[in-house]
């Protein structure tokens, strides 16, 4: 169920964003209590105080020019609004708009791309033996391995509540299998320290399926694709990987040069070059009809 959240106008001191909506910012107190800032009431020095407790990079203050000054909350607010609060990672929202450049890519090149839906195991059990803290300290451990796993290339965000997505462009099949399986090897063999008392281990689940080539498709049917292989995973008993065989999706050379070959390909011959058709054809009137 969720918890009640109390609204104020101002950044609770001490208080870690934990969500970030399009209509408010949600906070978790020290008392563990929620409370949201509304946006249309976001004030300067709240604004501050989140891209500082973010660590936004480059932002000094005190001598900047008003004009720096506020380019720099706007750049750190911008920045803020790609991530998410608890693990640092993309969020879902951008992690879409990654998938939209992915797709359009693919259907360009050609190019091998395979995205990764990952799910930890009985994450639920975690929370309710150790408690919500402790469910987020695996998040973030979970989130720090993953970052580990993955070249500078792909993008790495938290998808939901325990779940993480990967998109990795330039993967050809024969590799998927084995990355999806160091990634799942990496978070197994992790000890999670909760805390001096407490160590734990987790696993996750992984679907995969690769975009389909010269095909240009949806971000809704790619995560499909990748969540029905993750909830095979799950099914077949979790801690393993499934990932779909690469779609056959062979265009001839032929095939590719009429769908991103010069537009004049596509053009009836007058429409292409109108003089030299015009000098072609005795009968046009713009050659004087002889
Ligand atoms: N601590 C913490 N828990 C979260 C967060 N977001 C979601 N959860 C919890 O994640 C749990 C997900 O549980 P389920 O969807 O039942 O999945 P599961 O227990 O991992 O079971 P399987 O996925 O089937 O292995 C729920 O208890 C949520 O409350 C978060 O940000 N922090």
Known sequence: MPRPSARCSSYPAGARLVHSRNTDLQFVTGSAAHQSVFLRDLRLSTAHSLVT?????GFALPNETPTRYLQAVIDGLCELSL???????????HFRTVLEREIDRMARSGE?????????DHF?????THGHIAGDIVLQSVARTLVGCVRP???????????FAIV???????YGTSIAERIREAVESTLIRVSPALDLNVSVSIGGAYALQWIRSTTQLWIERADNQLYQAKSAGRNRICIEEQPDST?????????FGP?????????????????ADPMDPADGGR
């Open 53 to 57: 407790q973010a660590g936004a990079p």
């Open 263 to 279: 537009m004049s390909l596509f053009l009836h011959p007058t429409q292409a070059d109108p003089v030299a058709a015009a000098a």
């Open 168 to 174: 990795l462009p330039s993967c050809q099949a024969a």
């Open 251 to 259: 265009v001839s050379a032929e095939e590719k040069s009429m769908l």
């Open 83 to 93: 991530r998410d609060p608890l693990t640092g990672l993309a969020n879902r929202r």
């Open 153 to 163: 290339m792909d993008t790495l965000a938290r998808y939901g509540g325990e779940e």
């Open 124 to 128: 639920k059990k975690i929370n309710d």
């Open 112 to 120: 091998a791309a395979l995205l990764l839906m990952l799910d930890i």
